[in-house]
């Protein structure tokens, strides 16, 4: 299929699967919170795709990452399915679906940021690659400000969007799955991330 092709069929299954989501979620204000990502992104993607296409293998990421968001709003984290079949797999006294979450919170934001400053700024791998895991880190803490403020503002009613099940080391574990998820994504990708750049520069679409 070509890449235009596959792109656009992924971006009308994401809406369909966005909308579908938001017909009866769990909690109205938790979905809306927790699809606000994908609802940032999708537009700004669209918006900069003809001046800065990303590799294929970001879309695809991104588009997983989109996915997985999506079941934490329409469930909540606490209750996703997936999350209740890890648990018991794996004898777990929480369900685990939010640490996939914040795992792909670093994993994907480290790959979006190292190919901007490779294909933009930078030369030196080394250096994008710390500035990536920074920016993945940031944005991670972030995320759990946005938590802490929601908490102040709604009181109880933030219990679901905040998902942190009774465990008082919850801000603490979801940065540290964030940290894992940007480590993976450098030692696993790199080299095939560094190739796709390649033909990217070279002016090939992959």
Known sequence: MP????LILSMLTLLLVLSLSGIHPYDRIT???EVAPV???LPVMAATYRRFPLTTLLYVLIFIHALILIAGGTYTYAHVP??????DLLSLNRNPYDKIGHFMQG???FLVTREILLRTYLTSRRMAAFLSLCVAMAISAWYELIEW????AMGQGADEFLGTQGDQWDTQSDMFFAF???TTALLLL???HDRLMDHMNRGETV
């Open 3 to 6: 890449r235009e092709k596959f």
């Open 31 to 33: 979905w809306l919170m």
């Open 39 to 41: 609802l940032i992104a």
């Open 82 to 87: 997936l999350g209740f079949w890890i648990q």
């Open 107 to 109: 994993f994907v934001p």
């Open 149 to 152: 403020w929601a908490a102040l």
């Open 180 to 182: 894992i998820g940007a």
């Open 190 to 192: 790199s080299r095939l």
